[in-house]
């Protein structure tokens, strides 16, 4: 599966959930504001900027962004938000492509650099956010913590989320650090709506060596947007990376 295949047109259409899910105002709100206070008053560049979830509250309170994103679907959604004017996007890939201008913060919500399949791609999605930012300048990824310790031998797949309407089910290749996510949707009918994501999962001291081998060092990692606490049992962390000022 190609990340163009997955973030195509109905995916598009379907990803915006105003005030629910992750446009949660008690979800959306923390991230804004702490990505708006790592910009410090600068220009800020997402990676895979999707239909403008986190992009467009963020350039409401002032701040400058551009972003890069692999998906024309979801870059036609975000152009319903906001113009070109408004938040520039370059279309490519975030691990090769380049925004013009300096930045004193890149960042990767919601899990999205295990978008990239391979560690080679993972690493140099590092790289390219070193390249854009200024000496001093942060990036700031977003991402869950492998759950292995709910794999038993032999067993191949997990039940991550079940709900009303939903039930989400990853199977992994442990050999290669690989998951698919499927998504099963349904309602009172017989018939359920299911689409997949393949993502290359990373350890948290993994993370922190790409980050090294691109010249960034670890700043801090909380649990969530909000500053938690990050813990053996937490399921997700935000990780900032600095460029040293002095590069």
Known sequence: MKQEEIWDIDAAQRYDTPGTGMFAPEILGPTVDRLAELAGGGAALEFAIGTGRVAVPLAERGVS?????????????????ADEATIPVIVGDMATS???GEFTLVYLVYNTISNLLTQAEQVEC????????????????????PELRKLPPGQ???VCQAEPGYIGLDTYDVLRQHVVSHHFRFDDTRQARLTRSPHRYIWPAELDLMAQ??????ESRH?????????AESRSHVSVYRIPPNR
Do not use: C, Y
């Not at 590092?126 to 913590?145: D, M, Q, S, T």
């Not at 649990?223 to 813990?231: L, N, V």
């Open 156 to 158: 191949t797949a997990t």
């Open 223 to 231: 649990a969530d947007w909000s500053g938690g606490e990050f813990t």
């Open 126 to 145: 590092f790289r390219n956010a070193a390249r854009h930012l200024k000496p001093g300048g942060r990036f700031v990824i977003e991402l869950w913590v």
């Open 65 to 81: 962004v551009t972003g890069i994103e692999l998906s024309r679907p979801m870059v036609r959604q975000l152009r319903t938000r």
């Open 98 to 100: 380049v925004a013009p």
């Open 213 to 218: 081998l691109a010249g960034f060092e670890l």
